[in-house]
């Protein structure tokens, strides 16, 4: 949720914001208009309310004769007040109901514009390879995996419908290399690795600002009234949900380790072929709460550790500044790394990390005591270090003239000194 205070002081950063985004710039003065109304109300109803309490005050000290008076007064004081505080109370929730449609505010230097209109800061990783020099054609990963015993679409099809797949034999054990090596980088840089919870109320999910454009790809349990994450980033931005925090010491850093549920609703037809887009994958995530000066260094330091992790599988693979009309409802900038994907003479996406500033922390109620005693709203961050998509560059990138694949030499160890994976017979 954005600060509507600051919001009332300049309302133009807002109103650029929104623009940058392709959004409804209008919604400004609307947060604007319910506000003003809101402190209205709410001022009525405290003016009331003090002369309830003066003529109330006075019962006692009226004269028989003019007890009935003021006790009529008192009583039509009480029913102007009940009427007046929930006029307040209306106000006061459609300005919440509308402050919260509003999206982040972007920073300054994203770029305006829409999914096509990112910016490449730059390549890195070893060049592309020629397939065509080196004298064959190119499986894609679905073959690869099948070849390998390490994919398994269609009996995943069978259990479980479209988009849901068994990763088998090698295949789970490069998974499970993968995330193992992620958590081994992120727990020696500091983080708390965590298991979270796959399932979440609705103040939750709503608060990490997944309800709004993202919805219809979330998975809901209404039995329970719970939903299913698509990232542990919800989980762990819960965490210290209505909590003080203490972050003189630095910014509290965790990595969660989970199972991730997506409709991939907004995507159809879209890379069905494989594991690209599915329903059910696993992720590892880095989330941080820090101060909201300090949010756009940690946002590099978490874009530094997901490229020190892309060049342990050494990848070819291009870093984007996303733009503004791309943004999740919470990311105020939003950084994407592509790697190369040869079949598909493409890049695709492998992580993203996201600043979400102090939106997601306004929601959510999580606050730090500073050294002066007051009490401040903090940042958060996001950012993918491993994920089952990344199975797919692996395979294609490293692929060989007889259908092996080549195991990059950081993997190895977390697959038993694996240097080569085969072809079945």
């Not at 623009?19 to 109304?37: E, F, N, S, T, Y």
């Not at 449609?101 to 999914?115: A, C, Q, R, S, Y």
């Not at 990848?315 to 040869?342: H, M, N, Q």
Request: net charge negative; proline share 5%.
């Amino acid at each position: 949720m954005i600060d509507v205070r600051a919001l009332r002081e300049n309302p133009e950063p807002a109103r650029a914001s929104q623009r940058a985004r392709g959004g409804d710039v209008g919604l400004v003065d609307q947060i604007l208009d319910a506000d003003a109304q809101r402190r209205a109300s709410l001022q009525e109803f405290e003016r009331l309310r003090s002369t309830q309490k003066d003529v109330s005050r006075s019962v006692g000290k009226a004269s028989p004769q003019e007890r009935p008076a003021v006790l009529a007064q008192a009583k039509e004081l009480a029913e102007q007040v009940k009427a007046a505080e929930a006029k307040a109370n209306e106000c006061a929730a459609e300005a919440d109901r509308l402050a919260r449609m509003l999206p982040n505010l972007i920073l300054d230097g994203v770029p305006t514009g829409g999914e096509e209109d990112y910016v490449v800061l730059r390549h890195e990783g070893p060049a592309v390879r020629d397939f065509v020099d080196e004298g064959f054609e190119p499986a894609d990963h679905l073959a690869l995996g099948e070849s390998l015993g390490a994919i398994d679409v269609k009996r995943g099809a069978k259990v479980s419908g479209s988009r849901f797949y068994y990763l088998t034999g090698v295949g789970a054990r490069l998974e499970l290399a993968l995330m193992t090596m992620a958590m081994d980088q992120a727990v020696a840089a500091g983080f708390t690795p965590m298991m979270t919870p796959t399932l979440v109320t609705p103040a939750v999910m709503g608060g990490t600002g997944f309800l709004n454009e993202h919805s219809d790809e979330i998975y809901y349990l209404p039995a329970d009234d719970l939903y299913l994450t698509g990232t542990s980033e919800v989980a762990l931005a819960g965490y210290h949900a209505d909590e003080i925090l203490d972050l003189t010491a630095g910014a509290k850093r965790y990595l969660g380790w989970s199972t991730c549920y997506r409709r991939e609703a907004g995507s159809a037809g879209k890379d069905t072929r494989g594991i690209i887009r599915v329903h059910q994958f696993n992720k590892v995530e880095m989330f941080s709460f820090c101060r909201p000066e300090s949010s756009e260094m940690e946002h590099q330091r978490f874009l530094a550790w997901e490229e020190e992790m892309l060049a342990k599988v050494e990848l070819p693979y291009r870093v984007i500044d996303t733009a503004a009309g791309d943004l999740g409802t919470s990311a105020a900038r939003k950084f994407d790394c592509e790697a190369w994907l040869p079949t598909q003479q493409r890049w695709m996406e492998v992580t993203s990390t996201s600043n979400c500033t102090t939106f997601q922390a306004r929601r959510l109620g999580i606050r730090e005591r500073r050294e002066d005693g007051q009490i401040y709203p903090v940042a958060t961050l996001n950012g993918t270090l491993a994920t089952t998509r990344w199975i797919v560059a692996i395979l294609e990138n490293h692929q060989m003239p007889d259908g092996s694949v080549r195991i990059p030499a950081a993997l190895q160890p977390y697959l038993g000194g694996l240097d080569v994976l085969s072809p079945l017979a």
